[in-house]
């Protein structure tokens, strides 16, 4: 299967910039649809941003459009999300999560995730 590993995550003020990274394993991942989600603290999982490996096709939460752009290096198998204009609600763990088709908000839909990596905007 397909393993999946965040780093990138780390404390920044309100208004900043980070990129997290997302290194995956995987002879297939090119036609992947890869995608992040996230979990604060005391709150359920939420769809942040999807990426269609075939298409480039892309797709994200009304909550982070115009903030936050997903893309993919497929030479070095790895899935970023560049965030900007952090605001304290965006503080969570996130999560890169990986489907073989088919684009879905559903995050009992995702058989592959990584292990997350912690982001905290200060106010």
């Known amino acids: 299967q397909v393993s999946l590993v965040e780093s990138g995550g780390r404390l920044v003020q309100t208004g900043g910039s980070l990129k997290l990274s997302c290194a995956a394993s995987?002879?297939?991942?090119?036609?992947?649809?890869m995608g992040w989600f996230r979990q604060a603290p005391g709150k359920e999982r939420e769809f942040v941003a999807l990426h269609s490996g075939e298409t480039g096709r892309t797709y994200y939460a009304d909550s982070v459009k115009g903030r936050f752009t997903i893309s993919r290096d497929n030479a070095k198998t790895t899935t970023y999300l560049q965030m900007n204009s952090l605001k304290p609600e965006d503080t969570a763990v996130y999560y890169c999560?990986?489907?073989?088709?088919?684009?879905?908000?559903?995050?009992?839909?995702?058989?592959?995730w990584g292990q997350g990596t912690q982001v905290t905007v200060s106010s």
């Open positions: 999560v990986a489907r073989r088709l088919g684009f879905t908000t559903n995050p009992s839909e995702y058989r592959h």
């Open positions: 995987g002879r297939t991942f090119s036609v992947y649809v």
